[in-house]
């Protein structure tokens, strides 16, 4: 079954810290693999793609397929990075691409 | 550049009606998601549009319903309301070409109560 795991619910570092949000993965091929943001009072946004191997925001994530994960790093955390992330899987059916999301976890970045 | 937008942004139903939600997607866009959030979850895909037919849907019954106009805007339908269609539903616009759909952008979602 295609699955998308976000173990912790909430995440609470102090400004400065480094941050690790969790993200394992089950899909049977291929994945393309996506971090979005949510900023309070502010809609869904891409974050970054695993495809792309970008830094966004001083964030990054590595696809691991031995481990089946794609954890979202930051080596030093900002107050402005308080959000709701998720992890999301995107499935493909022909040109059907579902997104597969996490339960999303919420980061409070402490002064 | 116009954004995803969404209307209503909240409405309140009684069970067994029937609402209908609207989307008009990012100019330039060609394919429509619409998704499910539940409290405390992540969105759950309902379906997805691409040049006015339905191309691919999630684990929804049939009385959740669709369209994509020639603008590319689309209407979320659903019918015989049950209490547990109570959620946020988010319309996500992207740009199909070849294999890659692109990124999603999001509005705003509307928050439908069903009493």
């Known amino acids: 079954a295609q699955r998308v795991t976000q173990p912790e619910k909430l995440l609470s570092v102090f400004k400065g810290a480094p941050v690790e949000l969790k993200c394992n993965y089950s899909?049977?091929?291929?994945?393309?693999l996506f971090w979005y943001v949510q900023y309070s009072r502010q809609r869904l946004q891409l974050l970054l793609r695993?495809?792309?191997?970008?830094s966004i925001k001083g964030f990054t994530a590595d696809l691991n397929k031995g481990e089946t994960s794609f954890h979202l790093k930051k080596p030093f955390a900002q107050e402005e990075d308080s959000a709701m992330y998720y992890c999301?899987?995107?499935?493909?059916?022909?040109?059907?691409?579902?997104?597969?999301w996490g339960l999303g976890t919420s980061l409070a970045v402490n002064p | 550049e116009t954004g995803v937008t969404q209307s209503p942004t909240h409405l309140i139903k009684t069970r067994g009606q029937q609402v209908t939600l609207r989307c008009s997607s990012q100019?330039?866009?060609?394919?429509v998601s619409w998704y499910q959030q539940a409290l405390g979850q992540g969105p759950q895909f309902i379906f997805q549009?691409?040049?006015?037919?339905?191309?691919g849907r999630g684990n929804f019954p049939p009385r959740f319903s669709g369209l994509q106009f020639p603008n590319y805007s689309s209407e979320l339908n659903v019918n015989a309301l049950e209490l547990d269609d109570s959620a946020l539903y988010l319309c996500?616009?992207?740009?199909?070409?070849?294999?890659?759909?692109?990124?999603?952008?999001f509005g705003e979602g509307s928050r439908l109560t069903v009493l």
């Open positions: 996500a616009s992207s740009f199909y070409l070849g294999s890659d759909t692109g990124e999603l952008f």
């Open positions: 100019s330039g866009h060609n394919t």
């Open positions: 549009y691409y040049r006015e037919e339905e191309n």
């Open positions: 999301a899987l995107s499935s493909n059916a022909g040109n059907n691409r579902k997104l597969i």
């Open positions: 899909y049977s091929g291929s994945p393309e």
């Open positions: 695993h495809i792309s191997r970008e």
